[in-house]
């Protein structure tokens, strides 16, 4: 049973922070390149974050560099996005996802294999 649960969700001000996490379970989350997704409604699904699965080498959004950061903890199973100063134009349902192809087209979706439900980011202008 394959699974990634987001948390960390919720209403923040403009200028804010929240950290996202994303728990594995019935996988080694060390082992898989892990990316962070968000989508708006009516729009395509954008790559956010991704941090490799080997080296931990991290890749940004142009629209997020020096705002967000990447991380992971192997022993807890968990990815986590920071994400700071925080506006109302990228407040959507954030998602992770899991793929063992690496981070070569790390922003494209079928590169992922397992995806979490997502959770809601909420910005209040």
């Known amino acids: 049973q394959v699974q990634l649960v987001e948390s960390g969700g919720g209403l923040v001000q403009s200028g804010g922070s929240l950290r996202l996490s994303c728990t594995a379970s019935?996988?080694?989350?060390?082992?898989?390149?892990m990316g962070w997704f968000r989508q708006a409604p009516g729009k395509e699904r954008e790559g956010v974050s991704c941090i490799d699965r080997r080296d931990g080498t991290t890749y940004y959004a142009d629209s997020v560099k020096g705002r967000f950061t990447i991380s992971r903890d192997n022993a807890k199973n968990t990815v986590y996005l920071q994400m700071n100063s925080l506006s109302p134009e990228v407040a959507t349902v954030y998602s992770c996802?899991?793929?063992?192809?690496?981070?070569?087209?790390?922003?494209?979706?079928?590169?992922?294999?397992?995806w979490g439900q997502g959770t809601r980011v909420t910005v209040m202008d």
């Open positions: 996802a899991a793929a063992m192809d690496g981070s070569y087209l790390w922003w494209v979706m079928n590169t992922y294999s397992y």
């Open positions: 019935g996988f080694t989350l060390g082992d898989y390149t």
